[in-house]
């Protein structure tokens, strides 16, 4: 696939502090790409880069070909963003607002208007003041903004902020469909996890500043390793053995047993350890990891090694 936006080793520093750490990542064409990570971990002041708000302490980032360094202007030409929340005037229609802001680019005919409103499902309440919107419509109007001069690049920073589960739903719906029918590179900042995994094809994880890794959407949230529960008669014993036996592994008590993750292959040697220190076993069942479960083994995995 063609990489439309390019993070190059980026670095950004700020009075001594290194905020952003060497990141470098691409994002494809006709994907959602959502970079994920806690609040403070960079996410904002990435996208701030990429769209030129700040500058870039070293390394550097290519928009469909253009350098945000060497050629500024050509290379923003190509991106739409909301960056937080979209800012409008309230005592200005939705469409009196596209208006104002059509006439910053070149060529955007009403025609183009028209059509963007209808693509983002405000037509009906176009002509209606904003500060009438909910939300979720003004989010949708910002989305409009964004489109009007055909950009190769979308780039929303914590687009679900304070909607209701409905306006949640039509914002994914909107940025799967642009992915798809318009073949546009969409990036999508959030630290919800459950949202994450309705939009995006790939996520990058970001923490600290540094990003930890990029996985395929259902990669990341199957993983390799599956999390299994046994129920036995010793459970501090088992805990115990089972510790020693798997350092590494995250290793919990439950009401009947121990869980811990493990791949296919191991379940049988995980037995006969338990077996061989005669702790009787009643009963082995597969758990279903929450994403929350696989965020913290992926990024606690790749601090201890970092550490080590």
């Known amino acids: ?52 708000l700040i500058g870039i302490t070293s390394g550097d980032i290519i928009i469909q070909g ?41 060529g955007i005919s009403k025609m183009k208007i028209d059509e963007t409103v209808e693509l983002v499902g405000l037509t009906d309440r176009i002509h209606d003041k904003v500060k009438t919107y909910s939300l979720g419509m003004r989010q949708r109007l910002g989305l409009a ?46 630290h919800l996890l459950s949202e994450m995994e309705m939009m995006c094809d790939r996520i990058g994880i970001i923490q600290n500043g540094k990003l930890i890794d990029v996985q395929l959407m259902n990669d990341f949230v199957q993983g390799k390793e599956k999390m ?26 439950t009401e009947i047993g121990v869980s811990l993750p493990l791949i296919k292959e191991e379940v049988p040697e995980t037995v006969q350890v338990l077996v061989h220190n005669e702790i009787q076993i009643y009963g082995i069942k597969e758990v279903t990891k929450t994403l929350e479960d696989r965020f913290l083994e992926v990024t606690s995995n790749k601090e201890e090694t970092v550490h080590a």
Request: with cysteine.
């Open 66 to 106: 253009s350098s945000i360094k060497t050629d500024f202007e050509k290379a923003v030409s190509h991106i739409g963003a909301i960056v937080e929340n979209p800012e409008m005037y309230k005592f200005l229609s939705g469409y009196q607002n596209l208006v104002h802001y059509s006439r910053m680019s070149k």
């Open 145 to 190: 903004q964004c489109l009007l001069h055909d950009p190769k690049v979308l780039i929303l920073d914590e687009p679900t902020n304070g909607l209701d589960p409905a306006g949640i739903r039509e914002i994914r719906d909107h940025l799967r469909k642009l992915a798809r029918e318009k073949d546009m590179a969409v990036i999508v900042s959030s």
């Open 228 to 253: 299994y529960e046994f129920e036995v008669d010793n459970k501090d014993k088992a805990l115990k053995l089972l510790k020693a036996t798997y350092p590494s592994n995250r290793i919990e008590q």
């Open 1 to 52: 696939m063609k990489s439309i936006v390019e993070i190059q080793n980026v670095t950004k520093v700020i009075k001594g502090r290194t905020i952003i750490d060497s990141l470098s990542f691409n994002v494809n064409k006709g994907e959602v790409f959502g970079f994920l990570g806690p609040n403070g971990a960079g996410k904002t002041t990435t996208i701030r880069m990429i769209v030129g």
